[in-house]
């Protein structure tokens, strides 16, 4: 594997690999000694033309926990003022040495361009590009359900062993929220059912992108109806883009009291979900939105574990890209 | 009305040259004839069975064997963009013409979208006179319906008109006339010198941001949907509000099967309405954006098979009357970067011809006479320039014509055009042929290098 770019190019083996080597990079984070000497000489680059503190600090913390020396590049700029060019930007990585570059970018296809354009020649990893992909948060929320989910007490998983080597035959999923906007959804979409889970999108229709009928997905446009018709195992809670509900006649839906009537986890939605389910969100949350504290905070919740289990795929991911090759050999 | 106009006819930029023989061409594509051209009009036509005497042969003429080649009269395009005066470091009008000339053509319509605005009578006169002293091309200025292309107050068409440019053709393009009001005055008022509105069908508010076909790939790959519907809503109110005011209008760059539906419809009714595609809209589809790759970046957008089915059934079966380039030429740094960023046009006056003949001639869509019909015939008509092209080949007439090879098979290398600017999405794309000549009122604009010494 050169690049991470996209879920939709990860065969099933692929991910499954990540996704093991994942629990061997968080076993070594119980560690005293948490540091690795993997990539040693490595030069991992953080490139963000886009503000994202979780994102950068939890790729920084991987890349450094692996022993690569990492530069952070803030390239910000907007679509409109867009300052120096990514090629420029990307000609420049490849004069200092870049062995790595994850990118944030506010374009779609950016982290493609990046890596098919013939600018730089390192591993590009895509840390989420405008609305297309962000494939280490799917990677970290299959992490979080496997870990969850299969090999546990009771629920579909319940007859696995164990989560190591195992897809997620058998699980429901629900995604809750802004699904055209939503890179998130996207590359849990793919990655979802490359791992043999099934996909539900409960969505307002203004928010589902025309086109979805090619989706191996179930649309519903309610949260209600969607705990009604299905089991769930895992219930992903989007977060919903303050911007996407600014009134006047661009606004996605009427108001933010009645998306959370329709689309918000409360203590009772949550109630009716199988024993065994988890509540999930990519954070920041908006509590009071699409999410209740009382959901947010209570036991079936895994939120803060998706950020440290971030930690350990984006290990997994830099180390299979930049080390990986030569070890499986 | 037309009939007070002066003749746009630029004959004294000509210079002077000799006599051409064409002989054993194709004429149309449909039966082999001997062309004789002299002192730039077509002075001979004749079967190739009987031979050209001696006399019939002028002095000192240039003979070009035709073996093998296909004889249409020269090629009009309804839609160009020049980007001089504003932006040269893209396109200049000589840059421009050689490209045309490169690609078939002998007369070209430049659209309006050029800084300043090609608005006022002065701008078109610059742009109509740069482009006779080039000689290589005819290039009619398109005006501006609206000042700046703002959509908000009519232009000074009456005076675009009048000026030695003689504006016909009027388009906002790259904009579109949005606010009714102001496309039916425009309608409206252009029926004062014959003139024609060509719309870019564009919904502004059903298209912000948008950065391709909204549809299956735009779902997948998370770029902003410019759905059909923006198109089809604004040719189905146009359609409607030439009827109702009894103007024409002229529809740009036809991209969607919802849009061949609807004019389809109007012509059954007997509208007056005419609608142009372009080669890309003919050869490629959303799919293509899959690798992100801005050359792909257009507007409107590729759209899927089943609209690119549509578009060339429609112009099959004369729903839609021609095919125009929308030659957009864009710098390097507009093209080589992330898609969002990304300009949106292509390239496509040398690779038009090339592209029909694949997509509509090659597969028994088209002949090579329905092919002189909407690439010459008709868009001469739409743009009213039919006292000086699309004349046919015919003893008497201005010799303005384009040669065909339709064996010369050539792979397209965006690198190698005569534009300023090279974001042709057509780079390794196999075409079956090309024009290898291009004779404008007698003269080569353009000759392939097989001829080389032949007009020594």
């Not at chain 1, 209570?298 to 090759?325: D, K, T």
């Not at chain 2, 300023?420 to 003269?443: H, K, M």
Request: proline letters at 4%.
């Amino acid at each position: 594997m050169k690049h991470l770019l996209s879920t939709n190019d990860l065969s099933r083996a692929q991910a499954i690999r990540i996704l093991d080597t994942a629990e061997q990079m968080a076993a070594t984070q119980d560690r005293e000694i948490r540091k690795l000497p993997t990539l040693r000489g490595k030069t991992i680059v953080n490139l963000f033309f886009e503000d994202s503190t979780r994102t950068r600090i939890s790729f920084e913390a991987a890349a450094k926990r692996l022993s690569a020396d990492v530069i952070n590049f803030s390239a910000k700029g907007s679509s409109v003022s867009k300052g120096e060019s990514l090629k420029d930007t990307a000609l420049t990585l490849q004069a200092m040495g870049a062995d790595a570059v994850v990118i944030r970018h506010w374009a779609s296809g950016a982290a493609y361009r990046l890596a098919e354009s013939g600018w730089m020649h390192g591993s590009v990893l895509n840390a989420g590009d405008g609305t297309h992909q962000h494939p280490t948060q799917a990677l970290l929320d299959a992490f979080t359900m496997r870990k969850h989910l299969i090999g546990a007490q009771e629920g579909p998983g319940a007859h696995m062993q164990t989560p190591t080597g195992n897809d997620l035959t058998g699980l429901t999923v629900g995604l809750v929220g802004d699904v055209l906007h939503s890179r998130v959804a996207r590359s849990n979409v793919s990655l979802l059912t490359t791992l043999g889970a099934k996909v539900v999108l409960v969505s307002p229709p203004t928010l589902v992108p025309v086109g979805i009928e090619s989706w191996p997905v179930e649309v519903v446009h309610g949260l209600d109806e969607a705990l009604d018709r299905f089991d769930i195992d895992a219930l992903m809670m989007l977060r919903v883009q303050r911007e996407r509900m600014s009134g006047g006649g661009s606004s996605f839906f009427p108001s933010a009291q009645e998306y959370t009537r329709l689309f918000g986890l409360d203590g009772d939605r949550m109630r009716r979900l199988p024993g065994h389910a988890i509540v999930m969100h990519p954070g920041p949350m908006n509590r009071g939105l699409e999410i209740t504290a009382e959901a947010a905070d209570s036991e079936r919740s895994v939120i803060v574990e998706q950020v440290s289990n971030g930690v350990a795929v984006r290990m997994a991911a830099l180390y299979l890209l930049l080390a990986g090759e030569e070890d499986a050999q | 009305m037309s009939a007070s106009q002066p003749a746009a006819v630029p004959t004294s930029a000509t210079p002077t040259h000799g006599a051409i023989v064409i002989e054993n061409v194709l004429l149309l594509g449909e039966r082999a004839a001997h062309i004789v051209l002299d002192n730039g009009t077509i002075a001979l036509v004749r079967d190739a069975d009987t031979p050209l005497t001696d006399a019939e042969i002028p002095a000192g003429a240039a003979r070009i064997d035709g073996t093998g080649l296909v004889a249409l009269p020269g090629l009009v395009d309804l839609h160009t963009h020049l980007r001089e005066p504003g932006r040269e470091d893209a396109e200049t009008i000589e840059s421009g013409s050689r490209s045309a000339s490169r690609g078939g053509f002998v007369a070209i319509h430049a659209m309006a979208n050029t800084t300043p605005t090609a608005d006022t009578a002065g701008v078109v006169e610059q742009v109509w006179s740069r482009g006779r002293e080039i000689g290589l091309v005819d290039v009619y200025p398109v005006g501006a319906v609206t000042v700046g292309l703002k959509g908000e107050q009519l232009s000074e068409m009456g005076a675009m008109a009048m000026s030695k440019a003689r504006v016909r053709v009027f388009s906002d393009d790259g904009k579109c006339v949005h606010d009714p009001v102001v496309m039916r005055r425009a309608l409206e008022y252009v029926k004062t010198f014959d003139g024609v509105v060509a719309q870019h069908s564009q919904d502004p508010r059903l298209t912000e941001g948008s950065q391709m076909h909204e549809g299956v790939v735009s779902a997948e790959l998370g770029l902003t949907g410019w759905p059909a519907v923006a198109e089809e809503s604004i040719v189905a109110r146009d359609i409607l509000l030439a009827k109702h005011v009894g103007s024409r209008v002229h529809v740009c760059h036809v991209s969607t099967a919802g849009s061949v539906k609807i004019l389809r419809w109007a012509k059954e009714q007997g509208i007056n309405v005419t609608a142009e595609a372009m080669p890309h809209h003919l050869l490629l589809t959303d799919e293509n954006v899959r690798g992100y790759d801005p050359l792909f970046k257009v507007n409107p957008p590729l759209r899927t098979q089943e609209d690119v089915d549509a578009v060339r059934e429609g112009l099959a079966d004369g729903t839609i009357d021609i095919v125009a380039t929308d030659h957009a030429p864009h710098s390097d740094e507009d093209k080589d970067c992330e898609w969002g960023a990304a300009a949106m046009g292509m390239i496509g006056l040398e690779t038009a011809l090339g592209i029909v003949q694949k997509v509509m001639v090659d597969t028994g869509r088209m002949t090579w006479a329905d092919v002189a019909y909407r690439m010459s015939y008709l868009p001469a008509r739409i743009g009213r320039v039919e006292g000086t092209h699309g004349l046919g080949i015919e003893e008497g007439v201005a010799a303005n014509i384009t040669l065909v090879d339709p064996n010369a098979a050539w792979t397209v290398k965006a690198s190698a055009t005569a534009s300023r600017s090279n974001n042709s999405p057509f780079g390794g794309i196999e075409l079956p042929g090309r024009a290898v000549a291009t004779i404008l009122r007698g003269r080569p604009t353009y000759l392939d290098s097989r001829f080389e010494g032949l007009f020594a």
